[in-house]
């Protein structure tokens, strides 16, 4: 089954940048929709970006809209998300996933996994 494997995450001050990684194996996600998710201490996880199959269509939360951008090569089976002007409160795991074009993110292309830690300190 497909695996999905974040990396990128780290320790960073208010106001830095993070560029995550999200790469695919055993089976390719090339015609799946890709997105971020984050999830913070005593919350539940949050949507925070998508693009589809194409790289066209591209949606944020609002929350980190103007800082954040979703990027995939499709030829490395590689989504990414570049992360500008941090705060504290993008503090968080930070998961990968993806779905059909039709579908949901109820049923998601594959488990979610371990994620990665980005912390903003003030």
């Known amino acids: 089954q497909v695996q999905l494997v974040e990396s990128g995450g780290g320790l960073v001050q208010a106001g830095g940048s993070l560029r995550l990684a999200c790469a695919a194996s055993?089976?390719?996600?090339?015609?799946?929709?890709m997105g971020w998710f984050r999830q913070a201490p005593g919350k539940e996880r949050e949507f925070v970006a998508s693009i589809s199959w194409g790289g066209i269509n591209r949606n944020y939360a609002d929350s980190v809209k103007g800082r954040f951008t979703i990027s995939r090569d499709n030829a490395k089976d590689t989504v990414y998300l570049q992360m500008n002007s941090l705060k504290p409160e993008d503090t968080a795991v930070y998961y990968c996933?993806?779905?059909?074009?039709?579908?949901?993110?109820?049923?998601?292309?594959?488990?979610w996994g371990q994620g990665t830690q980005v912390t903003v300190s003030s």
């Open positions: 055993g089976r390719t996600f090339s015609t799946y929709t």
């Open positions: 996933n993806g779905k059909r074009t039709e579908s949901t993110w109820s049923t998601p292309f594959g488990p």
